[in-house]
């Protein structure tokens, strides 16, 4: 039996099976690169090993190294998770001939689904429904061509070692065959080392539905239904649920059936995932098969109350399934979306950096948020840009698809750009509310769910920031040198959306403030936690989440995170008023000398008091000609920050 497993992977997978072992009672062992050293999983996991440098090819695909720490460290199993070895059958073999269970298929089933002809050549064989096309060894170009031209076009070229939509092109024309070929062959080559190209009639309109399926060694075959995984963009999935809308029960019975006839073709064992085309007709047909678990699993787990991984561990422990077919059955709906580091303002590259700050929706039953990431990690270029999946579950599509717009609202991720807004932009595009789906339908919707024209921000928001950036209001909610039956005003400049805008705050009492915008004055009741601000109108009462850095405000609003700029802050000096006047110590520290007396005259930047801290002096000098109405402290004082120090009045124009 299992009792330890070596996770030969990283991030958000591996984590999720650390809980499911965890929860099982068996040990794990995470695995990382140099660069993944503090990472969610090496902290989660019993026993962690090290295994080089940033770059994959020297970690995370060290085969030899990998097996060496598994014998060393005694374990049972490794789990793949998916990329990197997962789909490896060499992988496969060699923790087989060193007697590690290899949690997933045998290596003969990987090597027979690793090549799309190949795998192809046996659907057919097995009566499978093939996409009608050419998936054989003729790779002579104007061979090709002619087979492109007795289908009709649109047709597809595939690589044949390929996937995640790497040498793969669209081609509507004739006059375009030969160089859509020559550029589909090399990104084949450089991505795997293979050129061979299949040719497939293209689908203008069809859905992406997948079966979940599972296998034993005793020869029980299941499929935990389906997943429509049709909204893609670069032939790589965003949004994915379960079960597909609007999908006749016959359809998933022979859909499901066909799965299990492929799965069943290959002596296949453990979770795989069976890829159809569903065409507007009610027609379908086999496109791969994934012999791994696949990213969008959860939804699956959600609608049936399995836990896949579970299933893998009993099943690599020589058990039958846990469940026959009459016995698993569909219950609600289920929605994952994909969170990705990269700006889909910019071609949706990768985005790079610290994590400064983070925030998921509330867990419950109904909401899971599977991450590797936290607070202060930093995302490398080393590694897929995908940084958490969010996976809501509802009664029904409306409800599912309606708290997966409201758990993304919640989502902060700040120093990265991400991908969140686009995906709640997308979730609220009317068609896709409609269900109106197809693996087109990003290129087709575009419009609908660009991010071109950044959020309108209310002005009642943006008198919000200004209560936020009242830097620094304290657990009691005071402005610093905030006193009883004194006003306090501060004015803030920021920049948004290509737009400055300036607002002023008063405190007019320990909770209670007033900010003005555009000449319009909006009083608020304030309680602020943690990084959150509720704010108390005589109408309303609504939590913002927000953080702040040096550079900028991100205000967590109904259409999304909003990210407001700096312009400058101005503590003061432009309204010479007595609050303008306040002079407040900027940090905890020794008041080294007091520099001037009541009633004593000064000018503008002339020093008022000395402090020091951490061995260094400060200097605090008038930010304006005045006289100085008040000193409270003297010189040997032990002060805090933001402690009211000096008031000094403007001198009478």
Same mark, same amino acid.
């Given at each position: 039996?299992?009792?330890?497993?070596?996770?030969?992977?990283?991030?958000?997978?591996?984590?999720?099976?650390?809980?499911?072992?965890?929860?099982?009672?068996?040990?794990?062992?995470?695995?990382?690169?140099?660069?993944?050293?503090?990472?969610?999983?090496?902290?989660?996991?019993?026993?962690?090993?090290?295994?080089?440098?940033?770059?994959?090819?020297?970690?995370?695909?060290?085969?030899?190294? /990998?097996?060496?720490?598994?014998?060393? @460290?005694?374990?049972?199993?490794?789990?793949?998770?998916?990329?990197?070895?997962?789909?490896?059958?060499?992988?496969?073999?060699?923790?087989?001939?060193?007697?590690?269970?290899?949690?997933?298929?045998?290596s003969?089933?990987i090597?027979?689904?690793?090549?799309?002809?190949?795998?192809?050549?046996?659907?057919?064989a097995?009566?499978?429904?093939?996409?009608?096309?050419?998936?054989?060894?003729?790779?002579?170009?104007?061979?090709?061509?002619?087979?492109?031209?007795?289908?009709?076009y649109?047709?597809?070229?595939?690589?044949?070692?390929?996937?995640?939509?790497?040498?793969?092109?669209q081609?509507?024309?004739?006059?375009?065959?030969?160089?859509?070929?020559?550029?589909a062959?090399?990104?084949?080559?450089?991505?795997?080392?293979?050129?061979?190209?299949?040719?497939?009639?293209?689908?203008?309109?069809?859905?992406?539905?997948?079966?979940?399926?599972?296998?034993?060694?005793?020869g029980?075959?299941?499929?935990? &239904?389906?997943?429509?995984?049709?909204i893609?963009?670069?032939?790589?999935?965003? /949004?994915e649920?379960?079960?597909?809308?609007?999908?006749?029960?016959?359809?998933?019975?022979?859909?499901?059936?066909?799965?299990?006839k492929?799965?069943?073709?290959?002596?296949?064992?453990?979770?795989?995932?069976?890829?159809?085309?569903?065409?507007t007709?009610? $027609?379908?047909?086999?496109?791969?098969?994934n012999?791994?678990?696949?990213?969008?699993?959860?939804?699956?787990?959600?609608?049936?109350?399995?836990?896949?991984?579970?299933?893998?561990?009993?099943?690599?422990?020589?058990?039958?399934?846990?469940?026959?077919?009459?016995?698993?059955?569909?219950?609600?709906?289920?929605?994952?979306?994909?969170?990705?580091?990269?700006?889909?303002?910019?071609?949706?590259?990768? $985005?790079?950096?610290k994590?400064?700050h983070?925030?998921t929706?509330?867990?419950?039953?109904?909401v899971?948020?599977?991450?590797?990431?936290?607070?202060?990690?930093?995302?490398?270029?080393?590694?897929?840009?995908?940084?958490?999946?969010?996976?809501?579950?509802?009664?029904?599509?409306?409800k599912?698809?309606?708290?997966?717009?409201?758990?993304?609202?919640?989502?902060?991720?700040c120093?990265?750009?991400?991908?969140?807004?686009?995906?709640?932009?997308?979730?609220?595009?009317?068609?896709?509310?409609?269900a109106?789906? $197809?693996?087109?339908?990003?290129?087709?919707?575009?419009?609908?769910? *660009?991010?071109?024209?950044?959020?309108?921000?209310?002005?009642?928001?943006?008198?919000?920031?200004?209560?936020?950036?009242?830097?620094?209001?304290?657990?009691?909610?005071?402005?610093s040198?905030?006193?009883?039956?004194?006003?306090?005003?501060?004015? @803030?400049?920021?920049?948004?959306?290509?737009?400055? &805008?300036?607002?002023e705050?008063?405190?007019?009492?320990?909770?209670?403030?007033?900010?003005k915008?555009?000449?319009?004055?909006?009083?608020?009741?304030?309680?602020?936690?943690?990084?959150?601000?509720?704010?108390?109108t005589?109408?309303?009462?609504?939590?913002?989440? @927000?953080?702040?850095n040096?550079?900028?405000? @991100?205000?967590?609003?109904?259409?999304?995170?909003?990210?407001?700029?700096?312009?400058?802050?101005?503590?003061?000096?432009?309204?010479?008023s007595?609050?303008?006047?306040?002079?407040?110590?900027?940090?905890?520290g020794?008041?080294?000398?007091?520099?001037v007396?009541?009633?004593?005259?000064?000018?503008?930047?002339?020093?008022?008091?000395?402090?020091?801290?951490?061995?260094?002096?400060? $200097?605090?000098?008038?930010?304006?000609?005045?006289?100085?109405?008040?000193?409270?402290?003297?010189?040997?004082?032990?002060v805090?920050?933001?402690?009211?120090?000096?008031?000094?009045?403007? *001198?009478?124009?």
């Open positions: 039996m299992i009792n330890k497993i070596l996770i030969a992977n990283r991030g958000e997978i591996a984590c999720r099976i650390i809980r499911t072992a965890a929860r099982l009672n068996i040990k794990t062992v995470a695995v990382y690169s140099e660069v993944d050293a503090n990472a969610l999983h090496v902290q989660m996991a019993d026993e962690a090993i090290c295994l080089g440098e940033a770059a994959a090819s020297k970690s995370y695909l060290n085969t030899a190294l /990998i097996i060496e720490k598994a014998i060393q @460290y005694n374990v049972d199993a490794i789990h793949p998770g998916y990329g990197f070895l997962s789909e490896n059958a060499e992988f496969a073999q060699v923790c087989q001939e060193n007697n590690v269970t290899f949690i997933g298929p045998s003969e089933a090597q027979a689904m690793g090549s799309k002809s190949a795998a192809k050549t046996i659907m057919e097995a009566n499978v429904p093939l996409v009608p096309g050419y998936h054989g060894n003729e790779q002579n170009p104007g061979f090709l061509h002619k087979q492109a031209q007795a289908m009709g649109p047709v597809l070229l595939k690589a044949a070692a390929g996937g995640g939509g790497k040498g793969m092109r081609v509507w024309s004739d006059e375009e065959f030969h160089s859509a070929l020559i550029s062959k090399r990104e084949s080559l450089n991505s795997f080392g293979d050129d061979h190209m299949l040719v497939e009639k293209y689908l203008t309109q069809p859905r992406h539905i997948e079966i979940q399926i599972f296998c034993d060694n005793h029980n075959g299941v499929y935990l &239904f389906e997943r429509d995984c049709s893609q963009r670069r032939h790589q999935k965003v /949004i649920e379960a079960p597909a809308p609007n999908f006749p029960s016959n359809v998933r019975t022979a859909m499901g059936e066909a799965a299990l492929a799965a069943h073709a290959i002596n296949y064992t453990g979770a795989g995932t069976v890829e159809f085309l569903y065409d007709d009610g $027609s379908f047909y086999f496109m791969e098969m012999t791994r678990l696949q990213v969008e699993h959860p939804v699956t787990e959600f609608i049936t109350q399995e836990d896949l991984v579970e299933w893998q561990i009993i099943v690599a422990n020589g058990l039958p399934l846990p469940k026959s077919q009459t016995q698993l059955s569909i219950s609600g709906h289920a929605f994952e979306a994909r969170i990705y580091a990269e700006d889909p303002n910019n071609e949706f590259l990768p $985005s790079t950096g994590i400064e983070l925030i929706p509330k867990i419950s039953p109904f899971r948020v599977d991450t590797g990431i936290q607070t202060g990690d930093e995302v490398s270029i080393f590694y897929d840009p995908m940084v958490a999946k969010l996976i809501v579950w509802g009664e029904d599509r409306n599912a698809l309606s708290l997966l717009i409201n758990s993304l609202q919640q989502f902060m991720l120093g990265i750009t991400s991908n969140i807004d686009y995906l709640i932009k997308l979730a609220q595009s009317e068609p896709f509310v409609n109106e789906l $197809s693996t087109d339908y990003i290129e087709r919707h575009n419009k609908l769910i *660009n991010l071109e024209k950044a959020p309108l921000l209310p002005e009642q928001q943006i008198a919000i920031l200004g209560i936020i950036s009242a830097q620094n209001i304290s657990e009691t909610n005071e402005l040198g905030y006193r009883v039956n004194h006003v306090v005003n501060k004015a @803030y400049e920021y920049t948004y959306n290509q737009e400055t &805008f300036s607002f705050v008063q405190q007019l009492a320990p909770c209670l403030f007033q900010t915008v555009s000449k319009v004055s909006y009083t608020f009741e304030v309680e602020k936690h943690d990084s959150h601000i509720t704010i108390i005589p109408d309303s009462k609504l939590t913002y989440a @927000y953080y702040e040096n550079k900028c405000i @991100y205000l967590q609003i109904q259409s999304g995170m909003v990210c407001i700029e700096k312009a400058s802050i101005d503590f003061g000096t432009a309204d010479e007595a609050s303008a006047g306040d002079v407040v110590a900027p940090m905890n020794n008041v080294v000398k007091v520099m007396s009541q009633n004593e005259k000064v000018k503008k930047d002339q020093v008022l008091i000395i402090i020091e801290a951490m061995k260094m002096e400060h $200097s605090l000098k008038a930010p304006f000609s005045g006289v100085v109405k008040e000193c409270r402290v003297n010189a040997g004082d032990t805090e920050g933001n402690e009211l120090l000096l008031t000094l009045l403007a *001198n009478e124009q």
